[in-house]
């Protein structure tokens, strides 16, 4: 029997979700700022999020999951969470927060583009524009952080690692979201997240032993079990959910919760200051990003055919 409230729970789980990612970069900026790194977060990130996902699956359903699908989520985790997760942390801590969150909104764009030559969706005029104004958006974006040299406007490395996120999981929802939607949501981040774990701690273990651990405060702690159990074991917990129902590019759009929350979070606390180039590009991004939204899927072309 066909649940008919699992769109509505898809698509509330995917906006909570982007919303608490939305926070993540004020939250994941503020504990950069005492004395945690990028690699460092991602660390911790990985780690206890395997661990809580671990934890989670005996009170959830249990599920036999074959060994080869084990295998092609190692290939899941290396692009959602290895790739995403690095190069989004690393970014963060050495560029704003506001552009980071700015640079997320280039993701549907990638989602597009990927998904006419992965998954043979057509290229409209709209898709086209879409992609050329929101293009221009993030040149806007990256050229003012190069121009600029202020760490509360921008850094162009630090805009280039975000946006190599987004493209890393525009990527992933592409080519793993059938095998995303065969497993309960446990499963899928269970052995996502342990993948991920064998991937990044080997490399990164003895830097976080070096850190300076006394000198962290309580509130830089709490700002850590955020990004953990919140930013990563929740949020990813129903981003799942989501995968699990929505098509990759609806996925997508619900980015434009993220740069909402992180800009005005951001420029509430005085983290980061919103200059007019920066408002410029967001106006080209939300508009490329709404012009392919907005075009024709495949299946639509295909029905408007059949008539």
């Given at each position: 029997m066909k649940d008919s409230n699992a769109p509505l729970r898809a698509h509330l789980s995917m906006f909570i979700a982007e919303a608490i990612w939305g926070f993540m970069a004020p939250i994941g900026k503020a504990a950069m700022n005492s004395g945690f790194d990028g690699i460092s977060v991602v660390s911790f990130r990985v780690a206890g999020a395997a661990l809580l996902f671990w934890l989670a699956s005996f009170i959830g359903p249990r599920e036999h999951i074959p060994g080869r699908d084990i295998v092609k989520l190692a290939g899941a985790a290396v692009l959602g969470i290895v790739f995403n997760q690095c190069l989004f942390n690393i970014g963060l801590s050495i560029t704003s927060p506001v552009n980071a969150s700015i640079v997320t909104t280039s993701m549907p764009i990638f989602a597009m583009v990927l998904s006419f030559f992965i998954l043979k969706e057509p290229i409209t005029w709209k898709k086209a524009l879409g992609v050329a104004i929101g293009c221009c958006g993030a040149l806007i974006l990256i050229f003012s952080s190069a121009s600029a040299g202020n760490a509360k406007v921008g850094d162009i490395r630090g805009d280039l690692m975000c946006l190599g996120a987004q493209f890393s999981f525009a990527l992933?929802?592409?080519?793993?979201?059938?095998?995303?939607?065969?497993?309960?949501?446990?499963?899928?981040?269970?052995?996502?997240?342990?993948?991920?774990?064998?991937?990044?701690?080997?490399?990164?273990?003895?830097?976080?032993?070096?850190?300076?651990?006394?000198?962290?405060?309580?509130?830089?702690?709490?700002?850590?079990?955020?990004?953990?159990?919140?930013?990563?074991?929740?949020?990813?917990?129903?981003?799942?959910?989501?995968?699990?129902?929505?098509?990759?590019t609806v996925v997508s759009v619900y980015n434009y919760v993220q740069p909402i929350v992180s800009v005005v979070v951001s420029v509430a606390v005085g983290m980061s200051v919103f200059t007019l180039p920066q408002g410029v590009a967001v106006v080209l991004v939300f508009t490329g990003v709404w012009l392919v939204i907005k075009s024709k899927s495949k299946r639509d072309e295909e029905l408007r055919a059949k008539r």
């Open positions: 992933y929802l592409a080519l793993f979201n059938p095998l995303i939607r065969k497993y309960n949501v446990f499963t899928v981040n269970k052995w996502m997240f342990t993948w991920a774990s064998l991937f990044v701690l080997p490399f990164t273990t003895v830097h976080v032993s070096q850190l300076s651990w006394a000198s962290f405060t309580a509130a830089t702690w709490l700002e850590v079990v955020y990004m953990v159990v919140l930013g990563t074991f929740v949020s990813y917990l129903l981003s799942v959910v989501a995968q699990s129902v929505l098509r990759p």
